[in-house]
């Protein structure tokens, strides 16, 4: 028998109140641009993810991996084969020395090796400072673990990190650092002499860091280097990384970590019984991916420049004052010559302009009353940024 409607009220009213991390959470902004992209008919250059297909060689290894039944539960750390390529790879492209067996952890997506490091590093209460503007997904994440986040606001065009800015932020309560390079939103590469910095303040203060490397493979200027190889990181870094950005399958969900062996074993008693495994079929396909070689990479870049250097001009010829990218493959904008608040500022785009970008409010803290900026991602094809171009110039009355 179905409820009434008064008795549903009542019995919702009655019900235990839901978690405090389910009520912190907000919606993601990202995937909401995507869905009013939709609604108005706009090009989506809000959510990260490529809208051009992934290497052949990958799908195929995919395709073959589930014919030959590789559809059950593989070893929960990930793979054994795909654990020694990625030790391979890290030697090769990282200078790291690591062992396969003990501290590398294959991971569901690397969204899930970032909530892994959270969990096994942090208790209710615990501090962890993040640079802003940030990946959103990161005050989710400390959300579910309760800790507190602290915030670091840099400032473009550089995003520069120095010891004064440390001081203010440093402290013995402080647990955990986030570090994203190349960063999402900014484009920021973190160069040498920034990480050897952060690496003393976190030797003196004796905190963790967890570096988040998905864009690790597209970088412009600079060279993307992993805070994990520097002296006296090995205990007290995870590096988080994955193939979703490298290799165009975000929808794969296939991440992983590298830790010390103390720390990856934490993590690996948490993964275990939460997800278990990664999706098995696509670990056999993931040695393929790794098999592609330097060239691979090198083109990859390539491309993602040459999207990029077709994209920021139209920015800078609307009056957004884009900051150009070295790394990753978004561009940071100012919203206000659109509105005065970001929020307006894109959805005024989506629907005047049919071109759907992320409001800055999603990578700053929730605090700030007012925020200027606007996140266009350049991983679409050609002819999309072609169009969007287009789109954007007609909408400001500017010639091409």
């Avoid at 969990?119 to 959300?143: K, Q, S």
């Avoid at 800790?147 to 010891?163: D, I």
């Amino acid at each position: 028998m179905a409820l009434s409607s008064d008795s549903a009220v009542s019995l919702e009213a009655a019900l235990p109140l839901l978690s405090l991390r389910s009520q912190a959470i907000q919606e993601s902004q990202i995937r909401e641009a995507s869905r009013y992209c939709q609604k108005f008919g706009a090009l989506n250059l809000a959510q990260g993810l490529p809208d051009f297909a992934a290497p052949e060689a990958l799908k195929a290894a995919a395709c073959a991996a589930i014919r030959e039944d590789h559809n059950q539960y593989c070893d929960p750390w990930g793979l054994e084969a795909l654990r020694v390529a990625l030790a391979e790879k890290l030697q090769r492209d990282n200078g790291l020395t690591v062992d396969p067996e003990t501290q590398i952890t294959v991971s569901c997506g690397a969204t899930e090796g970032l909530n892994l490091a959270l969990m096994a590093l942090l208790n209710p209460g615990d501090e962890v400072l993040i640079f802003e503007p940030f990946y959103e997904n990161y005050l989710p994440n400390l959300a579910t673990v309760g800790a507190v986040p602290r915030f670091l606001e840099l400032s473009p065009p550089e995003w520069a990190v120095t010891s004064e800015m440390l001081d203010q932020v440093f402290s013995d309560q402080l647990k955990v650092v986030i570090l994203n390079t190349p960063a999402n939103p900014t484009g920021k590469v973190w160069n040498r002499a920034e990480l050897e910095l952060l690496a003393q303040y976190c030797q003196k203060y004796n905190v963790y860091v967890v570096t988040d490397e998905i864009y690790e493979s597209i970088v412009y200027e600079g060279e993307h280097i992993s805070l994990l190889g520097l002296p006296g990181m090995q205990d007290r870094t995870v590096l988080v990384n994955g193939f979703s950005k490298t290799f165009c399958v975000t929808g794969w969900r296939l991440g992983y970590t590298v830790a010390s062996p103390k720390l990856t074993a934490a993590m690996r008693r948490i993964h275990d019984f939460l997800t278990i495994c990664a999706p098995a079929p696509l670990q056999h396909a993931a040695l393929a991916a790794l098999a592609l070689g330097t060239d691979y990479y090198q083109q990859l870049a390539a491309d993602y420049r040459r999207k990029r250097d077709l994209l920021f001009p139209v920015l800078q010829k609307i009056g957004l004052n884009p900051v150009l990218p070295a790394g990753a493959y978004y561009i940071w904008t100012d919203s206000s010559p659109l509105a005065a608040e970001a929020n307006t500022a894109a959805y005024r785009l989506a629907q005047e302009a049919r071109v759907a970008a992320v409001p800055g409010y999603c990578f700053v803290r929730p605090q700030r009353s007012t925020v200027n900026g606007l996140r266009f991602c350049f991983a679409k094809q050609d002819s999309t940024l072609t169009e969007a171009s287009e789109r954007l110039l007609q909408f400001a009355g500017v010639s091409s």
